[in-house]
């Protein structure tokens, strides 16, 4: 079955360490992004790449880096400068202007 | 601006009972969709519906039905005999047809509880 993988489900840090949260999708997708959840503020969006090679801020994007050298992977890391980097992190894909298709979430927690 | 509103943060119902969660939306394009997703707690999200702005024929998927109200901006969907599997996240969501998915405006979320 297509989908998006995220992993892991739950991460744990400590303060000061950069942490990658991958990504992976087999749905061919071109567009790949990623959110972030904190209760009570819904989605925000923190990177995005219609393309591989190519990606662009969202709208919070300080304190993360992405990179897309292959369609399938969209990799975050959230460096020591994301100043609360605590939350709940979506990833999603879609094929042009179709509705976005989510992973699990990974669930980061920075002591 | 762009803006989704859902004004209920929580709702709490009673198995079988119907529901509706209210999504009121604000935009100065004349053409844009709005999408329901469902995030259950298992983490991911749902897509649900997708309405086109030019399309105001009310929908109804199984025990899911939507209201698009362009002239209240409003985009309203109802629960028919709720489950306790359809205690989930719900957002509405707001895009304009000229623009990619990274110009979704996404609602807070009504958080429904159904109980047995």
């Known amino acids: 079955d297509g989908g998006i993988t995220q992993s892991p489900k739950y991460l744990f840090r400590k303060e000061g360490q950069n942490v990658t949260l991958s990504c992976e999708q087999n749905l061919n997708h071109d567009a790949m992004y990623w959110y972030r959840q904190d209760p009570g503020q819904g989605l925000r969006l923190i990177y995005y790449?219609?393309?591989?090679?190519?990606?662009q801020k969202g709208d919070i994007a300080e304190g993360y880096s992405v990179s897309r050298e292959k369609k399938e992977s969209f990799p975050l890391t959230v460096t020591s400068a994301q100043k609360n980097p605590t939350a709940f992190y979506l990833c999603?894909?879609?094929?042009?202007?179709?509705?976005?298709?989510f992973g699990n979430g990974t669930r980061l927690t920075v002591t | 601006a762009q803006k989704v509103t859902q004004a209920q943060t929580e709702i709490s119902v009673v198995e079988k009972e119907d529901v509706t969660l209210d999504c009121v939306y604000e935009?100065?394009?004349?053409?844009?969709?709005l999408f329901w997703y469902k995030q259950p707690p298992s983490g991911e999200l749902v897509f649900l519906i997708r309405r086109n702005s030019f399309d105001e024929q009310n929908e109804i998927s199984g025990r899911y039905s939507w209201n698009f109200q362009k002239s209240t901006s409003s985009f309203n969907f109802t629960i028919t005999a709720s489950q306790v599997v359809d205690s989930a996240v719900y957002f509405c969501?707001?895009?304009?047809?000229?623009?990619?998915?990274?110009?979704?405006?996404w609602g807070l979320g009504t958080s429904l509880a159904v109980n047995p």
């Open positions: 790449s219609q393309i591989v090679n190519d990606f």
């Open positions: 999603a894909s879609s094929l042009g202007d179709s509705p976005l298709h």
């Open positions: 935009t100065r394009d004349t053409t844009y969709y």
């Open positions: 969501a707001l895009k304009n047809n000229a623009g990619n998915n990274r110009k979704l405006i």
